[in-house]
């Protein structure tokens, strides 16, 4: 019987969107180094909460995942460093477009259906916002709920969602409002997300050589 999934620490609900994320953002270098993982968690680009966690903190968390079969190690080609992988959608028997849906709520925090599909782009190529929209509910509508739609903001078009990897979230609590990237924000911030994968995939080719 699978393991309930939504009481997961913030730091391992982390660990599992950053290697859902570089998965299909940095193919060659995946699976990820602890360096990697670690450097991944403390991006100060699309990351909310941004997070300062130190490798024993990233290690304790990766031992927990991997007892519960959510993230798999191996040493990968080069047979040298060490790697991990997760192993999310084969342990919970998710939809592919669901599990990034989930890793960019995770790592970026709720978000509108227009939000998830714009930041998911890198990810998965949804066709609309109501297709995003469409898998968000049946997340929500799962026996444990893995997401949930939040009360809509004074003034807001759209509601936002929010994961519940980490337990159920109280609706009933002041929701932070989101300030909307300009379009020069944006393109900064792609750009820095590119300049921190190139320092990975040069920190993989020199742990390998090591």
Avoid at 78 to 102: D, Q
Avoid at 120 to 134: K, P, T, Y
């Amino acid at each position: 019987m699978t393991e309930p999934l939504a009481d997961l620490s913030p730091i391992e609900a982390r660990l599992l969107g950053v290697l859902i994320e570089k998965e299909r953002t940095t193919p060659d270098a995946y699976p990820l180094t602890l360096n990697s993982l670690t450097a991944g968690c403390n991006q100060k680009t699309s990351r909310d909460p941004v997070m300062n966690l130190d490798e024993a903190e990233v290690q304790a968390a990766l031992e927990t995942l991997r007892r519960r079969n959510l993230v798999l190690e191996t040493y990968g080609a080069s047979g040298r460093v060490l790697r991990y992988a997760h192993n999310f959608t084969k342990t919970y028997g998710l939809p592919g477009p669901m599990v990034p849906l989930l890793a960019v709520l995770v790592l970026r925090g709720p978000q509108t259906a227009s939000e998830l599909r714009a930041n998911c782009e890198r990810l998965h190529r949804f066709a609309d916002a109501s297709a995003v929209a469409a898998y968000l509910e049946e997340l929500a509508g799962r026996p444990q709920a893995l997401a949930v739609q939040l009360p809509r903001q004074p003034g807001a078009r759209e509601p936002r969602w929010a994961h519940q990897l980490c337990g159920t979230v109280d609706l009933t609590a002041p929701q932070a409002s989101a300030a909307p990237a300009s379009g020069l924000e944006a393109r900064v911030a792609a750009l820095e997300n590119e300049v921190a994968e190139l320092r990975q995939k040069l920190q993989d080719l020199l742990d390998s050589l090591a």
